[in-house]
Every structure is written in C-alpha cells, then in structure tokens.
C-alpha cells in the first residue's frame, strides 16, 4: 500500500518550473514554508523567482502562490468581526498622500477602515513615514487593538510588522538581488500577501501610470491591475482597481511633513485639486464594493464641511498623537529655501517624476539604505502641471532643503522638460478594472 505522496524536494521542483511547467499546491506550498523557515537556501529561492519571471505563473499558481504567502503569517480576519470593513492600496509614487485623506473621509462617512501602511520603497514616499511627523502617534498595531480602534473611531492606521506575510521578506529581499522585481505574478503575490492580511471584506486598488509609478507602461499597469483584482476574487475578497496618473506629483507637496500638512488642507475641503479628485473617486469606488450607498455629494460634504478632518484628528489622537498638536499641526520645513525657475518660455512637456522622488530621498525625505534617518522637513512644492503655458522665469517648484547644495538643486531643475508646442495632458483618473466574471468574490 502507498502513503501519501512525497513532498518534492527543491531540485525536483526548480527543475520542472524551469521546464514551463506549472507548479501544483505542494509544490508551491513546499517552497514558500521553505523560504518562511529558511530550509530552502537562497540560491534555491533566487532559481525559483527567475524560472517564474521567465516562464510565468499562471492563473492558478498566482493564486496559490499568493494564498501560500498570506499564510505564511498572521491573519487577523477583521471583517469576521466587523463585516463591512474596507480597505486600500496604493502602487505609490510621488506627493501620494491619498490613503491619508480618504481613510478619515470614508470613517466619517461610516465606512470602518484598516490600513497597514508601508515606509518609503525606492523614489516613492511612504505613508507611514509621513504620519510619524505626528508627535505621540503609534502605528504598531495587533488585531485586538485594530478592532478596538474600528470600534470607537472606524479606523485603524499600522504599519505592517514582521508577523505579516514573512515569506514575502525574503522572497522579496531576493527579487531585489536577481532581476526579477517586475515579474507581474511576484508583484501580485507580494502586494497580496500583505494586503489581505488584515482580511478586509473589499480593497480598492490604486495603480500608477506613468513615469513615477512602479510599472510606468500603461499596459503594464492595466494587466497589473488585472491580476490583482482577479487573484483577490478568487480568494474571496470583493476588489476593484483604478488607473490614476503618476506622470508629475499628485498635488502640490511632496516631503513627509508638507504631505501631512496638505492632508489636513484636503480634509477640510481645499488642498490640490488633483488630490481631492483622486480621492473622491477612490472613496467612490470603495463604498459600491462595500455596497454603502454614498455619493459624490455627501463625500464632498463630508471634506468641506470639516466632519473628515475631525474624523481624522479623533483617529490620531486615539493612536496616541497629542491632542494639542492636532488641534493645530504646524511643522517646520527645512530651512533652505530655493525657487526653480522655468529658463525660457514653451509648455510643460515632461516632469522626469520618478527622479523627483530620488532626488527627495538624496535630499533626506527618504532612506538610502533600511534604518536611515528621514528629514521630516525636507520637501518639494511642485507648482505647475503639465501641458501648461509656462513664461520665462515663472516658478516651476520650490525646494526646501536642509542646507544648500548647488548641485543637487540643478539636478532638480534639470526635471523639468519645456517644449515649443503643448504635448498630450495625462488623463488623472483612468478606467476602473473589476474582477473578470469567474471570481469567487462574495
Ligand atoms: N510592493 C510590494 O509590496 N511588492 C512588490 O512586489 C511591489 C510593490
């Protein structure tokens, strides 16, 4: 009599995802407890992220891959105790503080939200950097406190911790190291991984176009957009994606404490324009996947009539940020003030976005190296949009650094491409992509 089937070893494996073939549930389950405990090396890892970014992963390995991973960690099941809980998610980029805008926006408008927040990653801000410039605020956050915090402001600001997804660091460390950081499945089973761990009922997906955003192809960006909404469907998690522009900063700040500075200006009904649209159509698309009945109207209400900002200002203070402070944020910028300057007249063709954020994180905003100190008050004003007139002389950003530096302000300037005749203006909120019809989404 035959037992159960052997487990195949990690040769057995590497060679047949090297031969094209798909991978079956042991077999990814085997490698992703392999890379969660260490008893596959990291030569093996790295074989297996480059078979798949060569072969690919299908539909079904994306999802077990995925699932592996989430499992790989805590769960914290949160719509099992609160049912209508939502969440969302951004693919980053440059000045995007709409996480932080729209979380209080939909709390008040009674839709609980839990969110853990990342740092900053590559040229991209990171939202839970710009929140710690509140003084006091925690965001360390396990189950019990995220659901107390749901319960008495309906919303729960974290930052993802080592218990969540751990295969993810490793695998993730790895892709990093082996060219294989934009294979479209990886990308889904990490985001993935994270995000459905505090098991919201419904997430609604932001995915950049454009130069700053982690696939700047619009193609890219839509089939991205694709396999994340279809792979939560098939875990059971009511998802939606939006393509929104990334071509230029969203708004008009970008540097963590002027991006905390512009949230409450957007929660109380003015901030960028850009930035508000962004946000009332994510709140939009998130409240019919929660299937709470809100519109337009009542969300615009809820920034200008102030009801968010103190939405927001309740949830800070539940999280420890001083009440004081809150009452009324000030921040300092860093000292050294330079204005950029358009040098001729034409239009705004290119804004170089992506190197924007670079030169933010060489400024100090972000981190070159993990456990770098950030500059809080480092920050970009960006004070033109594209495809504008521009004049000869006209501002085009304002730099606030931390001490002069010539060279460092001329590779800023050097972002900003004029042309003699306008070029196409980016459409700032594109289509919105919902699961293909075969989910299992409830
Ligand atoms: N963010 C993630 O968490 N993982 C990726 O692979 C890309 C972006």
Not at 105 to 129: Q, V, Y
Not at 154 to 174: K, S
Not at 220 to 228: G, H
Not at 406 to 425: K, Q, S, T
Request: proline share 5%; aromatic share 4%.
């Amino acid at each position: 009599m035959s037992g159960p089937a052997a487990v195949p070893s990690p040769y057995e494996i590497l060679v047949r995802k090297r031969a094209g073939r798909a991978l079956d549930r042991t077999e990814i389950r085997a490698l992703v407890a392999g890379a969660a405990s260490g008893s596959w090396s990291d030569s093996q890892l790295g074989a297996f992220l480059m078979a798949a970014a060569i072969r690919g992963l299908d539909r079904r390995e994306t999802r077990e891959l995925t699932l592996a991973m989430l499992e790989s960690g805590e769960r914290w099941e949160l719509a099992r105790a609160l049912p209508g809980v939502v969440d969302k998610h951004s693919t980053g980029g440059v000045g995007d503080k709409v996480s932080l805008v729209l979380a209080p926006l939909l709390a008040a408008c009674g839709l609980p939200i839990a969110m853990l927040t990342g740092r900053g990653l590559g040229h991209t801000g990171g939202t839970a950097d710009k929140l710690e410039s509140v003084p006091g605020l925690r965001l360390e956050l396990d189950r019990e406190r995220a659901l107390g915090l749901l319960r008495e402001v309906g919303m729960a600001l974290g930052i993802a911790t080592g218990g969540i997804a751990p295969a993810d660091r490793r695998l993730y460390a790895l892709r990093d190291v082996t060219g294989t950081v934009d294979s479209l499945p990886l990308i889904v089973a990490s985001i993935l991984s994270k995000k459905l761990a505090t098991g919201a009922a419904a997430v609604v997906f932001d995915v950049k176009t454009g130069d700053a955003a982690f696939l700047p192809g619009m193609e890219q960006a839509r089939e991205l957009a694709r396999l994340l909404v279809n792979t939560c469907a098939e875990l059971g998690v009511r998802a939606a994606a939006r393509l929104t522009d990334m071509s230029q900063p969203l708004g008009e700040w970008s540097g963590n404490a002027a991006e905390l500075l512009e949230t409450f200006a957007l929660l109380e009904g003015g901030g960028p324009p850009e930035t508000r649209e962004v946000t009332l159509v994510l709140a939009l698309d998130l409240a019919a996947l929660a299937g709470v009945p809100l519109d337009r109207a009542a969300l615009a209400r809820a920034l200008d009539s102030g009801r968010a900002r103190e939405s927001f200002v309740r949830a800070l203070a539940a999280q420890g940020g001083e009440r004081a402070w809150l009452a009324r944020p000030e921040l300092p910028l860093a000292p050294h003030e330079r204005v950029l300057l358009a040098p001729r007249s034409g239009w705004l063709g290119k804004v170089q976005t992506r190197q924007l954020g670079l030169l933010m994180v060489a400024a100090g905003a972000g981190r070159q190296r993990p456990g770098d100190a950030i500059d809080p008050g480092v920050a970009l004003r960006y004070r033109v949009r594209l495809g504008e007139r521009l004049e000869a002389g006209q501002e085009l950003a304002r730099l606030y650094l931390r001490r002069a530096d010539a060279d460092l302000e001329a590779r800023f300037a050097a972002c900003f491409e004029i042309g003699d005749a306008p070029g196409p203006v980016p459409v700032l909120v594109g289509e919105e992509l919902l699961p293909e019809a075969g989910g299992a989404a409830g």
